[in-house]
Nanobody, 122 residues
Framework: QVQLVESGGGLVQAGGSLRLSCAAS????????MGWYRQAPGKQRELVAV???????NYADSVKGRFTISRGNAKNTVYLQMNSLKPEDTAVYYC????????????????WGQGTQVTVSS
């Protein structure tokens, strides 16, 4: 099994910053892309940012220039630095990783964290 554990959410005023962290553990053979998604009440889950194993990144237009995604040296962690936060960034943020496990090294499956709440007050 693979577990993704997020941390770093909370309540912040508009214009403030937060840093989310996600650590993957378990029967991991390799991790390909890792990313952050978010879901606001009444809305669909949307991609925020993604980073490949090679370090290429992609961002939603709404967060470009404000958010930065990065991976740890061990490559099983991913971070999301969020600056200049806006009330519309309020959502549950989910970590995602595309993983091959030691039990099935030729199968790439997506795994999700439990989510962490980010609330930005105006």
């Amino acid at each position: 099994q693979v577990q993704l554990v997020e941390s770093g959410g909370g309540l912040v005023q508009a214009g403030g910053s937060l840093r989310l962290s996600c650590a993957a553990s378990g029967s991991i053979f390799s991790i390909n892309a890792m990313g952050w998604y978010r879901q606001a009440p009444g809305k669909q889950r949307e991609l925020v940012a993604v980073i490949t194993s090679g370090g290429s990144t992609n961002y939603a237009d709404s967060v470009k220039g404000r958010f930065t995604i990065s991976r740890g040296n061990a490559k099983n962690t991913v971070y999301l630095q969020m600056n200049s936060l806006k009330p519309e960034d309020t959502a549950v943020y989910y970590c995602n990783a595309d993983v091959t496990t030691v039990q099935a090294i030729h199968v790439l499956d997506p795994y999700w964290g439990q989510g962490t709440q980010v609330t930005v007050s105006s």
